[in-house]
């Protein structure tokens, strides 16, 4: 598991398991964001696994999955209330590799932050983004 940092409250990562949600914990996160569809692959955890473990460790979940490219604004609404919530991060988002949600938080991100500054963050978090904005 990576903890690819896009801003001091959210970071993306690959496919959890509930033997990270401690580390994740302690790491000072207080809310997890689940962006990978159930059953995209034989291989992952379920979210209601991972979700059932939040709650018995006191962390927030939310289940906002994404199917690879279908990015729509209701649900890039629903990520933005979400992170609004300060007193709810930082957050802690995960899908197959990271990407989807690094996307999600550039997308709801493209009315306070320059394309340029987008860029800039995601590739810092290891993800380039250019393709989205071309």
Not at 3 to 18: G, H, L, P, R, Y
Not at 35 to 48: G, K, L
Not at 90 to 107: D, E, H, Q
Not at 109 to 134: P, R, V
Request: a negative charge.
């Amino acid at each position: 598991m990576n903890f690819n940092k896009v801003t001091d409250n959210f970071c993306v990562s690959e496919q959890i398991t509930v033997s990270d949600l401690q580390t994740i914990k302690e790491a000072g996160f207080k809310s997890i964001i689940c962006n990978r569809p159930e059953n995209e692959s034989s291989d992952q955890t379920s979210y209601h696994e991972i979700q059932k473990h939040c709650e018995l460790l006191g962390l927030s979940f939310f289940n906002l999955p994404i199917i690879p490219g279908q990015f729509n604004q209701e649900l890039i609404h629903e990520f933005k209330h979400i992170i609004s919530e300060d007193s709810q991060g930082p957050f802690f988002a995960y899908c197959r590799s990271g990407t989807r949600s690094c996307t999600l938080w550039a997308l709801a991100h493209l009315d306070q932050i320059s394309k340029e500054d987008i860029l800039i963050q995601t590739k810092k978090a290891g993800y380039d983004l250019t393709q989205l904005f071309s």
